[in-house]
């Protein structure tokens, strides 16, 4: 049992209840995560900031849909995940663009369009966005397989092949950024 | 080459929510925190106990005034005679009629000195 989850039900219970408490302790227990969650899918601080902010202005309403079959962050995790595909879905309608998201981004990124103050954001933006929510919460929250598998409605071999084409790609990256700096 | 995969999450920036995310949403969201409501029935609650307590008081006042006035002032009335009589006995005693016998004496002496200076 988490330690927090007599807080857990608390909140829960303050929420449904309509008070703000309840969505506070939620915030300051998931907000961090979830930001960071949003800003590798999106790579940039204000869309994550938008995403999250509309998640929790929206939460009294949808925290109906909980139903406790799962951990409230794994919940969270997978609301946060999709509302980020949906907005680069709604993005990517609106510029009328055909290509993948990491061919779409990784040219905004490089010319600086988009924020990308890290490495990893660099390396991240080779992938899709899905993959890039995978690879960071495996490796950046240390998710476990099973739990990922109920964020993003996956059974655990496709994830984990997933994972592995992932963290090759990012190795190439890192490889040839190792050897520009060589170079230079 | 794992480890550099490693290190390249665990070196990440990471984001911290900047307080006005909280503020934004806390303004946006339909909820009400809980100590304000706390306060707004505890000042109902207080506003209607203070009010009962001004009323009973008023009240309490208005009665008392009723009925101490008519009982109180023959009392002040009837009073007040006797008052100013003892008033008065208690200025006769302060004259003690020796002391003035002794007043008296000494004036004598007093003349009888003039005259014996007066003479010589």
């Given amino acids: 049992m988490r330690p927090w989850i007599g807080a857990e039900m608390k909140s829960l219970e303050e929420l449904r209840a309509g008070r703000l408490e309840g969505l506070q302790w939620i915030y300051e227990t998931f907000a961090e995560r979830l930001l960071n969650q949003c800003y590798r899918i999106l790579l940039s601080r204000e869309q994550a900031e938008d995403v999250v902010q509309d998640l929790f202005v929206r939460l009294p309403e949808i925290i109906g849909e909980f139903r406790g079959e799962s951990a409230l962050g794994t919940w969270l995790y997978r609301v946060a995940h999709n509302m980020c595909l949906n907005r680069l879905q709604q993005a990517k309608n609106r510029a009328k663009l055909e290509w993948e998201n990491a061919e779409e981004l990784a040219p905004r990124a490089r010319g600086g369009s988009v924020e990308l103050t890290d490495l990893l954001a660099k390396a991240l933006a080779g992938l899709d966005a899905e993959t890039r929510s995978l690879l960071w919460l495996k490796e950046g929250e240390g998710i476990p397989l099973k739990e990922l598998s109920a964020i993003l409605k996956l059974p655990e071999g496709t994830l984990k092949s997933r994972l592995s084409r992932a963290r090759d790609k990012v190795k190439e990256y890192l490889e040839q950024e190792a050897k520009v700096e060589k170079r230079s | ?120």
């Fill in chain 2, 1 to 120: 080459m794992k480890n550099d995969l490693d290190g390249l999450f665990h070196e990440a920036e990471r984001l911290r929510p900047r307080p006005e995310l909280w503020r934004r949403i806390a303004e946006r969201s339909a909820l009400s925190p809980r100590a304000e409501r706390r306060w707004e029935w505890a000042s109902v609650r207080y506003l209607r106990a203070a009010a009962v307590v001004f009323a009973a008081g008023l009240l309490a006042v208005g009665a008392f005034g009723l009925l101490r006035k008519p009982a109180n002032e023959p009392v002040r009335e009837a009073s007040a005679e006797p008052a100013l009589s003892a008033q008065a006995g208690a200025d006769t005693d302060l004259i003690d009629p020796e002391l003035l016998g002794w007043q008296a004496d000494l004036g004598n002496i007093d003349l009888v000195a003039d005259e014996a200076e007066e003479a010589l």
